[in-house]
């Protein structure tokens, strides 16, 4: 059985959990290293480590973690902005982050994916697709033929990205969003939850509505 160490862990930890296990897998450590919001219709992450049928080593911060030759490392960190904490593990560390992909999604010919990249069951992803580096496709995602997704970006549950479209690094395109073929999206851009993307957004902007247009910058 394959044992897993997550490196920062956020609300999408209960997916990754479920991914880790339908590839035969087993989470033996978790270092949170995240400050956690107070949600009260949420759960708390010791809460879900509980859920667990098995008893798992959590860490609150990074202190006591010693690299083992026996894990996989994976990113639990959703957010673009885990770039910082990647980038702290691999300088000090030296470790290298898993590829995590469900056996349920669907992968096309000739698609690539960098390291640390996570793809959730029910995922479609069309021939010669490129993802990036510590990309989270949530899911029950369409990603259409020859896209490029960036590096650290986050495509939410049920988002359609149409053929021929690029996603640049550091973006959040939310759930049920639709980007239309040869789309370009810049950088650290953020597209609203079922906004219809029919025109380039530009970096760093907030786009929403339905056709999607941009409504302040990404601060």
């Not at 994916?113 to 959730?120: K, L, N, R, V």
């Amino acid at each position: 059985m394959k044992k897993y160490c997550i490196i920062g862990a956020g609300n999408y930890l209960s997916d990754i959990f479920d991914i880790i296990h339908a590839n035969n897998g087993k989470v033996v450590e978790i270092y949170h290293n995240a400050p956690e919001s107070e949600n009260t219709r949420g759960i708390s992450i010791k809460q879900r480590i509980d859920l667990l049928d098995y008893d798992v080593k959590y860490y609150r911060s990074l202190e006591k973690f010693v690299p083992s030759d026996e894990y996989r490392y994976i990113m639990g960190l959703a957010r673009p902005s885990k770039y910082e904490l990647i980038e702290k593990m691999k300088k000090k560390f030296k470790i290298n982050f898993d590829i995590l992909v469900h056996p349920n999604a669907h992968i096309g010919s000739n698609v690539s994916t960098g390291e640390g990249t996570i793809i959730a069951p029910g995922t479609v992803i069309a021939p010669n697709v490129h993802i990036g580096d510590f990309v989270i496709i949530n899911r029950n995602v369409s990603i259409g033929h020859d896209t490029k997704i960036g590096n650290f970006s986050n495509v939410g549950p049920a988002a359609n990205i149409a053929g021929s479209s690029k996603i640049d690094n550091n973006c959040i395109i939310s759930m049920g969003a639709l980007i239309l073929d040869h789309i370009m999206v810049g950088s650290w851009a953020i597209i609203g939850a079922g906004a219809v993307v029919t025109k380039d957004i530009e970096g760093g902007m907030v786009a929403v509505g339905v056709p999607a247009k941009p409504i302040k910058t990404n601060s």
